[in-house]
Structure formats: structure tokens, C-alpha cells
């Protein structure tokens, strides 16, 4: 099949974007995520949802989160313009799934399992360039140059949210939160759990083989 609908789940640390960018690139598809969609369309018209503001940019301006309503009205308008998609970081909540049932038909949902103390280990590990925005990884993928990015030459920090306190807050988010919604998912026809503590490229041969048995 191609342009498959796909869904990717799994918490923070998971791997979701890193093999959101290699389903995009393989099938030709778009890589929608929340954010993305968001400044995408910070611009729409949303007077009509009885909101506080008019437009999503308001909200991010204010440095207000963006109520579930308008979140759910640009996924929709971003999928509806999507030939084939891969979605990552929605649904966040069952409610959310709901709606989304509503927008599309998925081909394959994909679930990402990783321990918890893996998830820590991955993501207070984290690096990510000031300027550019790519990730490394203080054991698993280092610049060729210490603290230096080897896209752009800029500095490598570590997020504020990637020290282990936050890391744990965070999934206890995911688990509270999200965590319903792969269970929701289980009993989907193209759901396939896949085994997130692979290596990047054993975790992609998974993925890709999941996708095309599911979609051919």
C-alpha cells in the first residue's frame, strides 16, 4: 500500500522521533506531530470555538497550553492535508484518540515498549544542540567533538526537563496520561508492539517489516 495512515506511540526517550523520520522518508509520507501542526497553523481561524483566543498563536504567545479543542480541530486540518502520514505525540489522552477515530482510518499503529529505568537512563543522557536542534547522546550517539554539534558547530546543552526528577514526572505523565491510549489501541487490526530496546536500526528493521506486512 502506498501512503499508509500511521500511528506511533511510546513514551519520552522511546525512539518515536527518530523512526517517525525514517517512516516519512521511506514511504513518502508526512511526519505530523502536535507541534509541528501547531506552528503550522498558528494562524487559524478558531473565533468559532467559543475559545479565550482567536487563533492558536495567542495561546503559544501568552505561554498558555493550547486547549484540547483547537489541538484536535489543526491535527484534523494537518491529516486532512497529509497523502499518507506518519502521526507522533497524538493522541495524548483517550479523549483525543476518541476524536481522532473521527478524522481518519489508521493502517498501522505502532507501540514502542522501553523499561522505565531505560527511559531514564536515555533521556537524562540527552544532548541537544542550542542551535539546530539535533539530539546526541552521552553514550549512545556522541558528537565527533565533545559538546559540539556536528551539524552546525553549536553548543551542546542539556535541557532543563532532561534532568532525572523531570524524566520521572514526565513518565508518570505518559503513564497516567498516554499509557490508556496504547491499551485502547491493543485491540486495533494494525496494532503491533514493537521492542523499543533494540538498537536504532533493529528497532527500524522491526518497523519497517510490521508496516509492510500490515499494509500489503
Known amino acids: 500500500m502506498s501512503n499508509p495512515r500511521i500511528l506511533i506511540l511510546g513514551p519520552p526517550g522511546a525512539g518515536k522521533g527518530t523512526q517517525s523520520a525514517n517512516l516519512a522518508e521511506e514511504y513518502g509520507v508526512e511526519h505530523v506531530t502536535t507541534g509541528d ?53 497524538y493522541p495524548r489522552n483517550l479523549e483525543q484518540a476518541e476524536e481522532l477515530e473521527g ?11 522501553v523499561s522505565r529505568e531505560e527511559l531514564v537512563d536515555r533521556l537524562t543522557g540527552r544532548r541537544v544542540c542550542d542551535d539546530c536542534g539535533t539530539n546526541y547522546h552521552v553514550e549512545f550517539n556522541q558528537p565527533e567533538e565533545d559538546g559540539v554539534c556536528d551539524e552546525c558547530g553549536g553548543e551542546l546543552i542539556q535541557r532543563d526537563d532532561d534532568n532525572e526528577e523531570s524524566v520521572r514526572n514526565r513518565l508518570d505523565v505518559f503513564d497516567d496520561n498516554t499509557a490508556p491510549v496504547i491499551d485502547h489501541y491493543e485491540d486495533h ?26 499494509t500489503a
Open 37 to 89: 501542526a501547531l506552528r503550522a497553523n498558528k494562524d487559524m481561524d478558531i473565533s468559532d470555538m467559543d475559545t479565550e483566543y482567536d487563533t492558536p498563536r495567542e495561546y503559544m504567545e501568552a505561554g498558555d497550553l493550547v486547549p484540547d479543542a483547537v489541538v484536535n480541530a489543526i491535527v484534523d486540518e494537518a491529516l486532512s492535508q497529509a497523502d499518507g502520514f506518519v502521526l507522533d505525540g
Open 103 to 113: 478524522m481518519t482510518d489508521l493502517d498501522v499503529v505502532l507501540s514502542l515498549s
Open 189 to 214: 487490526d494494525g496494532f503491533v508492539a514493537v521492542d523499543g530496546e533494540q538498537t536504532p536500526d533493529e528497532v527500524w528493521s522491526e518497523i519497517q517489516d510490521a508496516v509492510d506486512a500490515q
